[in-house]
């Protein structure tokens, strides 16, 4: 299948879903090969795939266990440089079975970051440092403007 992406002179948009997998008050985070920064599992949605389906398909790719969604936490609008939109949409998950590796399918970190100390840490999108230590059960939605 294909990724949701459209690039057109004026910018590129894709449509993306991503993971939100927490235990025992930590956050897995995948840490980026160049940048000493950290995000969130995830990737972009196929044709013919719901978000909630790309979320589960691609935490389970890139950490090699199993996972079910719990229910959508975020939606993110992100307007990055270079005229790039991409619209995420974020899920709790549930780890229903299987060992999480250390190393993503492509070859990245994976870290267990303590949510209640995320401000020590650059992580993307930043909204997680508040949000991520008092999930309410309302659906949130933030529009940023940079890579956040």
């Given amino acids: 299948m294909t990724d949701i992406n459209l690039c057109a002179p004026e910018g590129e948009f894709n449509f993306a ?17 160049l940048d ?4 969130s599992v995830g990737g972009r949605v196929k044709i013919h795939e719901s978000a909630a389906q790309a979320a589960k398909r691609e935490a389970e790719e890139e950490t090699g266990a199993l996972f079910e969604v719990e229910r959508l936490l975020f939606v993110h609008e992100n307007f990055f440089s270079g005229n ?3 619209i995420s949409m974020l899920y709790l998950m549930r780890h229903t079975g299987g060992e999480i590796r250390t190393v993503t399918d ?5 870290v ?4 209640d100390r995320l401000s ?29």
């Fill in 17 to 33: 879903a991503r993971a939100v997998i927490m235990r025992d008050g930590h956050m897995l985070m995948v840490k980026d090969r």
């Fill in 36 to 39: 000493r920064y950290f995000y």
């Fill in 84 to 86: 790039n939109h991409e």
């Fill in 106 to 110: 492509r070859g990245e970190e994976l």
């Fill in 112 to 115: 267990w970051l303590p949510v």
């Fill in 120 to 148: 020590e840490h650059k992580v993307f999108p930043h909204y997680f440092v508040e949000e991520l230590p008092r999930l309410s059960s309302e659906i949130k939605h933030f529009v940023m403007r940079g890579l956040t």
